[in-house]
């Protein structure tokens, strides 16, 4: 009997021992995880007074720069100049070059017969303005254009189709009781002439009769 009551007591003992310790575990991880969440709640970010981070600154992207905007040039005269020269006038408003050298007996050796685009056409800055410059020294064949029937066309028509060919342009306005105003009636080269490029072709313009 006393046996019994020995082992009760024992039992007793040891349940109230690990109810305790069991206890003082749960009380130790408690005050554990309020010591984390303090120091967390106290933790400040190392970011400048007036600063927000990126991630949290919608604004902090860093703008791109405008570019510049294009300019719209006309393209110089170019005609008859030295090379020297026209590189000059091409520089003066931001403009590339390209020199094209072919044999020209119309024109002295580094002077500019032709140029693409021709003069006053609108150009943007930065374009590549092709220059032909004559010389004479080079072995291969010089190229010949044909010059067409003018007369009877308008004035723009004339031009155009001259320019399209290679030919400068020069005008001449005179009364004609033959063809309206505004139409050419006469030129100063045969039809079908062979010349060089660039060289200039007189059209005499009616101004009516």
């Known amino acids: 009997m006393k046996s ?25 991880i408690k005050e554990t995880l309020a010591k984390d969440i303090e120091t967390s709640s106290g933790m400040e970010l ?3 007074s007036g600063e927000i981070p ?22 110089p005269d170019l005609y008859n100049m030295s090379i020297e020269d026209a590189k000059v006038e091409l520089d003066k408003l931001n403009l590339k070059y390209e020199v094209v050298e072919e044999k020209n007996t119309s024109f002295e ?9 021709l003069m006053e056409q609108e150009i943007m800055q930065g374009s590549t303005v092709k ?5 004479s020294a080079l072995s291969e ?6 010059v067409p029937v003018l007369i009877g066309l308008e004035k723009e028509e004339a031009t155009e189709l001259l320019h399209s060919i290679g030919f ?11 063809y309206e105003e505004g139409i050419v009636y006469s030129q100063n080269y045969f039809v079908d002439a062979e010349v060089s490029i660039g060289t200039e ?8 009769s």
């Open 141 to 146: 064949d010089e190229r010949k254009i044909n």
């Open 168 to 178: 400068r342009v020069n005008y001449e306005y005179n009364p004609s009781s033959d």
């Open 54 to 75: 990126d991630d949290e600154n919608p604004d902090s992207t860093e703008e791109p720069t405008e570019e510049e905007p294009l300019i719209s040039v006309k393209a």
């Open 46 to 48: 190392d970011v400048p």
């Open 4 to 28: 019994k009551i020995i082992m009760i007591l024992i039992l007793a003992i040891a349940c109230f021992g690990f109810a305790a310790g069991f206890i003082r575990y749960q009380n130790g």
């Open 201 to 208: 072709i007189t059209i005499r313009i009616s101004t009516g």
């Open 131 to 135: 220059v032909y410059v004559s010389n």
């Open 109 to 117: 050796n580094g002077i500019v017969f032709w140029q693409e685009p």
